[in-house]
């Protein structure tokens, strides 16, 4: 079965740094990989995700994720944090081949972030 | 266009309890699909239906259930309610490739006393 491992519970960083969220997932013949975003009391939001082609994938709010196959990550990256960017945020895989479509996701347990001024 | 909407947004029951919710696609979507987010399990897959028919289904006991109409909006029913099934409950919707981004809502957040 399909696992998603996110090797940071917590980060905490200052405003402006740069930050990187780090997943890794168990192996699969076809994966479909996504980041979501969720603020306080709120459902979940869509940041990224990598489908298929380049393994750069740029999302919303200046945060982008590199496919990386041979390592089995998908780490989450933005050059500058803002306050506004403290929530938590998740990654999570699609085998894809359910039925045709993407509704059986495998989450991580979450990192939350924490942007200190 | 309008949001996934689910109904309601919070819910106080009592163990042995049975309880339903609702959820309201976007429009045109036909796959609707249920989380159960806990500070202890983090958010794991309940099921999917598409098209009134469940089309995939997550490690949880009988006593959750669900159903899809014929407008695509979907229910969950937890029947027999125990303290454990205290969680928010998402929702969320797509379209029918596995291509289709899934929307969520803003959840259900159930207490169970």
């Known amino acids: 079965a399909q696992s998603v491992t996110q090797l940071d519970s917590q980060v905490p960083v200052f405003e402006e740094a740069p930050v990187e969220l780090r997943c890794n997932y168990s192996s699969s013949v076809s994966v479909y990989l996504f980041w979501y975003v969720q603020y306080p009391n709120q459902g979940l939001q869509l940041l990224l995700k990598y489908l298929s082609g380049s393994t750069l994938v740029k999302g919303i709010n200046g945060f982008e994720a590199e496919f990386n196959k041979s390592q089995t990550s998908f780490h989450l990256r933005k050059p500058s944090v803002h306050i506004s960017d403290t929530a938590e945020y998740f990654c999570a895989v699609s085998d894809g081949l359910r039925g045709g479509s993407q509704g059986n996701l495998i989450f991580g347990k979450g990192t939350k972030l924490s942007v200190k001024p | 266009k309008a949001g996934v909407t689910q109904t309601p947004r919070y819910l106080i029951k009592t163990r042995g309890q049975q309880v339903t919710l609702s959820c309201s696609p976007i429009s045109g979507h036909r796959s609707v699909s249920w989380y159960q987010q806990t500070p202890g399990q983090g958010l794991q897959f309940l099921f999917e239906?598409?098209?009134?028919?469940?089309?995939n289904k997550g490690n949880f006991p009988g006593r959750f259930s669900g159903r899809q109409f014929s407008n695509s909006r979907s229910e969950m029913n937890v029947s027999t309610l125990e303290l454990g099934d205290s969680a928010l409950y998402l929702c969320?919707?797509?379209?029918?490739?596995?291509?289709?981004?899934?929307?969520f809502g803003p959840g259900t957040r159930l207490t169970v006393l």
């Open positions: 969320a919707s797509s379209g029918s490739t596995s291509t289709d981004t899934q929307y």
């Open positions: 239906y598409f098209s009134e028919t469940q089309r």
